[in-house]
C-alpha cells in the first residue's frame, strides 16, 4: 500500500520530523486559495509513483493565479497510468543541499537496510549504479534499532563523500541521529517496507526538512492499518467514481488473489510464487509476453482455480493461457477438476496449455486428456506451445488450434 505524498508527510510530521507547511487542493480553485495563504509554492500531483518532475507533476508558482493554472493543467494530466485526482501545495524552502534517508526492505538479507547519501532529490537506484561511494548503509538490530554511535558513523561516510559536506559532516550527523531514529520507529510502527525523505533538505538556516516522502506499507498488515488505507482510498477516487488503481488488480484483490497486472498476451497462473516468476520468464524467452502474475498457493482447490481463470481471461487482451502447477501441497487432480470446470462453465474458446507434475499428476493428467487438454511433458515445452499458439492472435483461437494441442476439444473451437 503505497501513500501519496502528502499523507507520507502528514505521518512524518505526526512522529516529529519537520515538514514544510502545506495544503491538499482537489480543485484548481482550492490551489489557488492555498497559495494565497502560504505564499510562493509547490504544486506537487499526488500520485503513487515516481518520476512526477519529469513528467511536468511539479510547478513552482510565485502568486494565487499562477497556482490555479498549475493546478489545473495538473489535475487534468495522467501520470504513468494514474490520473491526478489532488495536488500538494506546500511552501518553498531556502534550500543549502539535498541529502538522502530512507529505510527499506533488503529482500537478500531478509531485513531492514538503513541508506544515507550525501546525493539527494536523485533515484537512489541510480546513484547507487553510477555513484556507489557516495551511498553508506547500515543493517541496524531489528530489536535494538540503530544506534546513535552507528547513526554518526553512516553520517560522516555518506557526507564525507559530498566536499560541499565534508565540513559540517560533524553537526549534521549529530542533527541525522534523532531524525533517523525517529524515521526508524515510524517505519517499524508502520510495518513499511520502504520510509523515505528524498530529498531530505539541509535549509540555509542548517535545518533538516522533509521535503517529499515516500511511505509504502505492507499490504499483508493491512488489517492493521485501516485508517490510512481508507484515506488512500477515498483519495483515489474520482468524481466518475474511478480509482487510480489498476482496475485487474482491485477486481483481484476483491476476489482474494495475488495478481499483477502486465502489459503481455499470455495469461500465467502458477502455485507459488517463485513458480510463477519462472513461468513469466518462460514465457519472454519462448519470445511471448506475460500478461499477468497470478499465484494460486499451496493446496488449491477447483473452485481456487477457476476463479483464477475467470480473473485472467476477464483481460481482453489476454489470448491464451499457460497453467504452470508443481504438486507438492496442491494436487494435480484438483486443479485439473478446476481448469476443466472453469472451461466449461465459462465457455473458454482461448487455448489452456497446462504443465502439471508432483501429486496426483498421472490422475490430473488423465483427467485432462479425457476431455481434451493434452498438458505439456514439460515447463519449456509448455512455454513454446502457448507462445505458438498466441503470437500474432488478436483474440479467440488460432485456426490450427484443435483439442489435440493442448486447448479444448474440436467442438469448442472458435472459428
Not at 500538494?88 to 527499506?104: N, P, Q
Not at 488489517?223 to 488488480?249: I, K, N
Request: net charge negative.
Amino acid at each position: 500500500m503505497k501513500l501519496l505524498e502528502y499523507q507520507a508527510k502528514q505521518q512524518f510530521a505526526k512522529a516529529g520530523i519537520a515538514t514544510p507547511a502545506g495544503r491538499l487542493a482537489r480543485t484548481a480553485e482550492e490551489a489557488e486559495a492555498a497559495a494565497r495563504e502560504l505564499g510562493r509554492v509547490a504544486v506537487k500531483a499526488q500520485v503513487p509513483v515516481g518520476g512526477r518532475g519529469k513528467a511536468g507533476g511539479i510547478a513552482v508558482v510565485d502568486t494565487p493565479e499562477q497556482a490555479r493554472a498549475e493546478a489545473a493543467r495538473i489535475l487534468a494530466m495522467d501520470i504513468k497510468g494514474f490520473p491526478v485526482r489532488s495536488v500538494w501545495c506546500e511552501t518553498g524552502l531556502d534550500v543549502a543541499h539535498e541529502i538522502y534517508c530512507g529505510i527499506t526492505l533488503d529482500r537478500d538479507r531478509r531485513r531492514m537496510v538503513l541508506i544515507l547519501s550525501g546525493a539527494g532529490g536523485m533515484d537512489i537506484e541510480q546513484v547507487a549504479e553510477t555513484q556507489p561511494e557516495m551511498i553508506a548503509k547500515l543493517w541496524p538490530d531489528p530489536f535494538r534499532g540503530p544506534q546513535a554511535y552507528e547513526i554518526r558513523q553512516l553520517a560522516f561516510t555518506a557526507l564525507r563523500a559530498v566536499p560541499a559536506l565534508a565540513e559540517r559532516a560533524g553537526k549534521l550527523a549529530a542533527a541525522l541521529v534523532p531524525l533517523v531514529q525517529t524515521l526508524h520507529r515510524l517505519s517499524d510502527s508502520l510495518d513499511a517496507v520502504t520510509c523515505e525523505i528524498n530529498p531530505l533538505v539541509i535549509t540555509a538556516a542548517g535545518d533538516l526538512v522533509a521535503a517529499d516522502g515516500k511511505l509504502e506499507i505492507d499490504e499483508n498488515a493491512e488489517y492493521r492499518h485501516r485508517d490510512l488505507a481508507a484515506e488512500l482510498a477515498r483519495d483515489s477516487v474520482g468524481d466518475d467514481g474511478a480509482t487510480g488503481e489498476d482496475p485487474y488488480e482491485v477486481e483481484a484483490k476483491r476476489r482474494g488473489l495475488t495478481y499483477v497486472h502486465l502489459d503481455g498476451y499470455v495469461g500465467c497462473i502458477g502455485n507459488g510464487a517463485g513458480l510463477v516468476m519462472n513461468t513469466l520468464d518462460l514465457v519472454k524467452a519462448a519470445g511471448g509476453e506475460p500478461a499477468n502474475f497470478l499465484d494460486i498457493g499451496g493446496g488449491a482447490r477447483a473452485d481456487v482455480v477457476r476463479n483464477a481463470l475467470d480473473m485472467v481471461l476477464s483481460d481482453p487482451n489476454v489470448r491464451g493461457v499457460f497453467i504452470n502447477i508443481f504438486g507438492g501441497i496442491t494436487r494435480g487432480d484438483e486443479v485439473a477438476r478446476g481448469i476443466i470446470e472453469a472451461r466449461d462453465e465459462l465457455h473458454i474458446t482461448k487455448p489452456l496449455v497446462v504443465r502439471m507434475t508432483g501429486t496426483r499428476e498421472e490422475e490430473g493428467r488423465k483427467l485432462l486428456q479425457e476431455t481434451g487438454i493434452v498438458p505439456g511433458i514439460s515447463a519449456v515445452e509448455a512455454a513454446r506451445k502457448i507462445v505458438e499458439l498466441t503470437r500474432g492472435v488478436q483474440g479467440g483461437v488460432p485456426p490450427a488450434l484443435t483439442g489435440g494441442q493442448g486447448g479444448f476439444p474440436p467442438e469448442k473451437r472458435e472459428d
